[in-house]
């Protein structure tokens, strides 16, 4: 079933290898028949079955950005972890390129987790995830063998397609005039036998441009963040990648998550909101509110949660998994 992927063996990050950890790469597939690529890291020495997490995203980035960076530093406190590509972008396969599904990256967290169920070293009753733009959340609502799920300076990529930033696009007139603009999108790429880019992260940087674009930049176009393979450092989503967040909210039955939730975020960020809502309405008549917490870390910008490690908070992050896959 798996598609043959090649895989760059040596260290290929944005950050520090660890001398703690054991590091390998991995595929594994997802019920749509894609191969998807990830990174596995091990505690160092570590036998029998360990509690383990899925780790993906930011939305656009790759495994070798934020998402790795997580993921090794909680396998430095003792989890197996795997940071991995959702389909269609980084490592992973899936054609064409660059595109995002609300159902198939969700189906991507669900097949992480029956990866991680079926290794020898994974106890398959302690498996956790964490993820950014919302899809960890919607996973969570949907596989009751998650057991746990840390959402980090989250985008609810379904509400800011359909109503643009902050909200200021929430109109039937002005989501008609998006459809209308990726419809006819559609017709040019049919017509031209690719798919139009629709940029990354803006480079050269406007003069005007908002802090939050500014912030995305300082990460994602400089050797801080950068990566050849990650679609926000270069030439970012198909124009019509993410057409279908426009009416599929992701989000829906979030209040309906049993398991445990850690929604993290800085006060600071522009995308605050995001997680501020989506805690709300997960606790909305949730069967279980005791096991569900939000974390706003003061004075904090959204990509500070990137990579800082003076920022993120990884031992409230290995408490809290740690309590909840015990």
């Given amino acids: 079933m798996d598609e043959t992927?090649?895989?760059?063996?040596?260290?290929?990050?944005?950050?520090?290898?660890?001398?703690?950890?054991?590091?390998?790469?991995?595929?594994?597939?997802?019920?749509?028949?894609?191969?998807?690529?990830?990174?596995?890291?091990?505690?160092?020495?570590?036998?029998?079955?360990?509690?383990?997490?899925?780790?993906?995203?930011?939305?656009?980035?790759?495994?070798?950005?934020?998402?790795?960076?997580?993921?090794?530093?909680?396998?430095?406190?003792?989890?197996?972890?795997?940071?991995?590509?959702?389909?269609?972008?980084?490592?992973?396969?899936?054609?064409?390129?660059?595109?995002?599904?609300?159902?198939?990256?969700?189906?991507?967290?669900?097949?992480?987790?029956?990866?991680?169920?079926?290794?020898?070293?994974?106890?398959?009753?302690?498996?956790?995830?964490?993820?950014?733009?919302?899809?960890?959340?919607n996973a969570a609502a949907l596989v009751t063998r998650i057991k746990a799920t840390v959402a980090s300076t989250m985008y609810d990529m379904t509400r800011v397609n359909a109503n643009g930033y902050f909200d200021a696009e929430d109109s039937e007139a002005a989501r008609y005039e998006k459809k209308k603009v990726l419809n006819a999108q559609r017709i040019e790429d049919y017509k031209n036998g690719s798919y139009a880019?629709?940029?990354?992260?803006?480079?050269?940087?406007?003069?005007?441009?908002?802090?939050?674009?500014?912030?995305?930049?300082?990460?994602?176009?400089?050797?801080?963040?950068?990566?050849?393979w990650s679609l926000n450092s270069n030439g970012g989503w198909n124009v019509t990648g993410t057409m279908s967040f426009l009416n599929q909210p992701i989000l829906r039955y979030s209040n309906e998550i049993r398991s445990a939730v850690l929604i993290i975020h800085g006060e600071k960020a522009h995308s605050c909101y995001f997680s501020r809502d989506a805690y709300a309405a997960m606790m909305e008549g949730n069967p279980t509110p005791e096991n569900k917490e939000l974390l706003i870390i003061p004075g904090v910008v959204h990509t500070d949660l990137y990579d800082k490690l003076n920022v993120i908070p990884f031992d409230k992050m290995t408490d809290f998994f740690c309590k909840a896959l015990r």
Avoid at 22 to 48: C, M, S
Avoid at 201 to 206: I, M, N, R, S, Y
Avoid at 215 to 226: M, V
């Fill in 5 to 137: 992927l090649t895989l760059i063996q040596e260290w290929d990050k944005t950050f520090p290898k660890s001398g703690k950890v054991e590091h390998r790469k991995v595929t594994f597939h997802n019920r749509y028949g894609i191969t998807l690529a990830a990174d596995v890291y091990k505690p160092g020495g570590a036998e029998g079955r360990l509690a383990a997490i899925a780790v993906c995203g930011p939305f656009g980035a790759v495994k070798e950005q934020a998402s790795g960076l997580y993921a090794q530093a909680m396998a430095e406190r003792g989890f197996l972890t795997m940071a991995f590509d959702p389909s269609f972008t980084g490592d992973s396969g899936g054609q064409p390129r660059y595109m995002a599904s609300p159902d198939i990256n969700t189906e991507d967290f669900q097949a992480a987790v029956d990866y991680l169920s079926l290794r020898e070293d994974v106890d398959a009753e302690k498996i956790g995830i964490c993820g950014w733009g919302g899809m960890a959340l």
């Fill in 197 to 228: 880019l629709g940029g990354g992260v803006v480079d050269p940087l406007p003069e005007d441009a908002p802090f939050f674009v500014k912030e995305y930049h300082d990460y994602y176009k400089t050797s801080r963040g950068y990566h050849p």
